[in-house]
């Protein structure tokens, strides 16, 4: 079945570092790819989307590319806040409903 | 604020308590969702509805009873819990099936529960 795999944190880094969470996928059809981030204390939200091949999905500095060749879909991020720190969860939809197969979710750590 | 408010946002009960969660959504969607969301491992969809029928169970105990009466309000009934049921319970909807593809769910803020 399909499925979707992120690295393992916490990622740590200092403010204004570059960010690289890693993200593929496995999925038999033509998947849309989402980056949800869940900030403390709340629900996930969507962050950014990409609904085919060499799309880019891009939001509050943060950015992914939907990589068929690689079945990847990494979020980066040129300079990090202390704000950003929160888990990412990387997640496909199979395009025929909404429902979502997620990651197990990085947790990000950024430090003044 | 997201559009799909749960309440209570904690709760903790007894393992012989009957309590229920509450999700409403004022997003017009017409998909509703309940996962868990349980320490170092990843979430879990417990049930799915598209306007008012259940089209998803993914083998949840009995011991949670979902309810949709309408298209904007999902509930989840908790009977007999046990200590694993301890858990971050999320709600979310989507425009739902027949809107098109990659419509994103929108999630609450989860009800903290905790069973003594």
């Known amino acids: 079945g399909d499925s979707v795999t992120q690295m393992e944190g916490p990622v740590t880094l200092s403010e204004e570092a570059f960010l690289t969470i890693n993200c593929t996928y496995t999925a038999t059809g033509y998947p849309s790819l989402f980056w949800y981030v869940q900030y403390p204390g709340e629900g996930l939200q969507l962050l950014l989307k990409?609904?085919?091949?060499?799309d880019k999905g891009s939001n509050k500095g943060f950015e992914a590319t939907y990589r068929k060749e690689t079945t990847s879909f990494h979020l980066e991020k040129g300079s990090v806040q202390v704000s950003d720190s929160a888990v990412y969860f990387c997640?496909?939809?199979?395009?025929?409903?909404?429902?979502?197969?997620f990651g197990t979710g990085t947790r990000l750590q950024v430090f003044p | 604020e997201t559009g799909v408010t749960q309440t209570p946002r904690h709760l903790v009960m007894g393992m012989t308590n009957k309590k229920s969660l509450k999700c409403e959504q004022h997003?017009?969607?017409?998909?509703m969702y309940w996962y868990k969301q349980s320490a170092k491992k990843p979430l879990e969809l417990m049930f799915v509805y598209s306007l008012e029928e259940r089209v998803e169970n993914n083998s949840v105990p009995s011991r949670f009873s979902p309810e949709c009466p309408n298209s904007s309000h999902l509930f989840l009934h908790l009977h007999t819990l046990q200590p694993e049921d301890s858990a971050l319970y999320l709600c979310a909807s989507s425009q739902g099936i027949g809107a098109g593809r990659n419509q994103p769910q929108h999630f609450g803020d989860g009800t903290r529960l905790s069973i003594l």
């Open positions: 997640a496909l939809s199979d395009g025929s409903t909404d429902k979502l197969i």
């Open positions: 997003l017009g969607h017409n998909a």
């Open positions: 990409a609904t085919k091949a060499d």
